[in-house]
């Protein structure tokens, strides 16, 4: 059984990535409910393994690894093990781009900020899965390219190329949106 101490170090050490591995079961997933619940058993099962967890070690790849395998268990068997409260859950606004601020603050500026946002979240998520969870771990959440290849499961040459024809296909995504609306 845990003591205190120990839970309270493991949320120390754990607590500032819980929405940053929710934006990464987002991307995996696609629904926010099973996004939750992905996070919440992958947190549990980091709980139980933190004995394997080593010190200096970057503490967010290792929980990415383990949400993954919690997402390829979860497809494998239809649901999660655990289920959360309502309340645990954080709050709206778990797009990896609702952390963008503008830096201007006339309404106008803010408004196009926020519709370049929706257009960016609605054309990340059309991309293929594979394309859009190393788009959000490299590029949103600042994971190297080795560690994102860790997480995927992929060889590092293969985070590369989903990366670059990711970012050329969102860049093509979003000059299309742009041009249909100035027309």
């Given at each position: 059984m845990a003591t205190t101490k120990e839970v309270s170090q493991?949320?120390?050490l754990t607590g500032p990535h819980h929405r940053q591995?929710?934006?990464i079961a987002l991307a995996l997933c696609r629904d926010r409910d099973l996004a939750a619940d992905l996070t919440q058993e992958t947190?549990?099962?980091?709980?139980l393994a933190m004995d394997r967890f080593r010190p200096g070690a970057p503490m967010l790849p290792w929980l990415a690894r383990i949400l993954r395998n919690v997402f390829l268990?979860?497809?494998k068997?239809?649901?999660?093990?655990?289920?959360?409260?309502?309340?645990?859950l954080p709050p709206d606004g778990l797009s990896p781009l609702s952390q963008a601020k503008s830096t201007t603050p006339q309404p106008l500026a803010q408004a196009e900020q926020a519709q370049l946002c929706l257009w960016l979240q609605e054309e990340l998520n059309a991309l293929p899965s594979p394309q859009q969870l190393l788009l959000v771990l490299c590029d949103v959440e600042g994971f190297t390219y080795q560690e994102a290849?860790?997480?995927?499961g992929v060889p590092v040459g293969t985070v590369r190329s989903r990366l670059s024809r990711g970012r050329e296909a969102l860049r093509l995504r979003l000059q299309k949106r742009?041009?249909?609306e100035n027309r």
């Open positions: 493991f949320v120390k591995l929710l934006r947190l549990l099962r980091a709980f268990d979860t497809r068997t239809g649901r999660a093990r655990h289920e959360i409260a309502e309340h645990q290849a860790d997480v995927a742009l041009s249909e």
